[in-house]
T-cell receptor
């Protein structure tokens, strides 16, 4: 997506914490989404932030700062199954290219 | 849970064929979307619909059309398939908030 930036790849160790950042520029902001996509599968919805602050959902948390056009996804207690691509999305046609996270033992 | 079903997981079609990709959702969602996903290009919006009989062009509508005759069904049509339309096609629906995606159709045009 041309108006969203997120790192291409990240590597982390099982049991650790990782933060995936996303910066965006979009008109008519209606919230910031995070999706998880395993190789060869469709994206699955993780979180939705419409107000500033941190939303926690189990091992995953998502943060939004609308004034800075910035969000992050925080993954705690990493598991091998968390190896996937993580997509940041703002609006129906604004998606990042995804951050491929590799979790190593 | 919302379920979005795409009729085919894999398709192989010949250049010039007319191709229909079907998508059905079972939760009475108003909004439905068609995307294609290609390496290095991310998700790109082809068409979307906010109601029956309604359709709007997304970012890359050329070579595609859509049909929304019933609320639960949103079809993507490739009028004359070309090799550059080889891609993963994803259908999604939403009410408010996050989208629910179908499992995708990997289309290969030869």
């Amino acid at each position: 997506g041309q108006n969203i930036d997120q790192p291409t790849e990240m590597t982390a160790t099982e049991g650790a914490i990782v933060q995936i950042n996303c910066t965006y520029q979009t008109s008519g902001f209606n919230g910031l989404f995070w999706y998880q996509q395993h190789a060869g599968e469709a994206p699955t919805f993780l979180s939705y932030n419409v107000l500033d602050g941190l939303e926690e959902k189990g091992r995953f948390s998502s943060f939004l700062s609308r004034s800075k056009g910035y969000s992050y996804l925080l993954l705690k207690e990493l598991q091998m199954k968390d190896s996937a691509s993580y997509l940041c999305g703002a609006g129906k046609s604004t998606f990042g290219d995804g951050t491929t996270l590799t979790v190593k033992p | 849970d919302v379920k979005v079903t795409q009729s085919s997981r894999y398709l192989v079609k010949r250049t010039g064929e007319k191709v229909f990709l079907e998508c059905v959702q079972d939760m009475d969602h108003e909004n439905m979307f068609w995307y294609r996903q290609d390496p290095g290009l991310g998700l790109r919006l082809i068409y979307f619909s906010y109601d029956v009989k309604m359709k709007e062009k997304g970012d890359i509508p050329e070579g595609y059309s859509v049909s929304r005759e019933k609320k639960e069904r949103f079809s993507l049509i490739l009028e004359s398939a070309s090799t550059n339309q080889t891609s993963m096609y994803l259908c999604a629906s939403s009410l408010q908030g996050g989208y629910t995606f179908g499992s995708g159709t990997r289309l290969t045009v030869v």
